[in-house]
């Protein structure tokens, strides 16, 4: 079930936790107001020009949520958000024991054999413009109503 890991592997592992709980670290800092981030992602410039909400728009309220703990609200307003946090998250706590203790899941290294990174982009883009789908759905109902 667990394999060996060599110190490259548990370098990276190290990398990545680290990574990601400083990234969450500056999430939370951001939820919680002590970090304001309005000026730098405010205002979309797709948003002014069109006049609807550009793929993007919603992923930093998205990645506040989650930073919140509200994961379902965060996978409501962007769902790529969502996932990509999740999948942060899920990386930080495989890669942990790699780093501390030098194992990892033997069934990752058969995963990520088999895994292709053309198809995880095709994925994310699907799950991109069917978030997009949604928003601007939300966006015309809200423009009619």
Known sequence: MFVRSSRRQRVRAGILTVVVV???????????????????VEPCGFKQRYGFPCPTCGMTTSVLAFARGRILDSFYIQPVAGLVCSVMVI?????????????HFAMLDLLFSELKLRYVIVG????????????LA???????G
């Open 22 to 40: 400083g990234l969450f670290g500056v999430f939370h800092l951001a939820a919680t107001g002590r970090i304001q981030v309005d000026r730098w």
């Open 91 to 103: 990386a930080a706590f495989l890669a942990l024991p790699c780093a501390v203790f030098g194992v």
């Open 124 to 135: 994310l883009v699907v799950v991109l413009a069917a978030g997009w789908a949604v928003t």
């Open 138 to 144: 939300r966006a015309v109902v809200a423009r009619a």
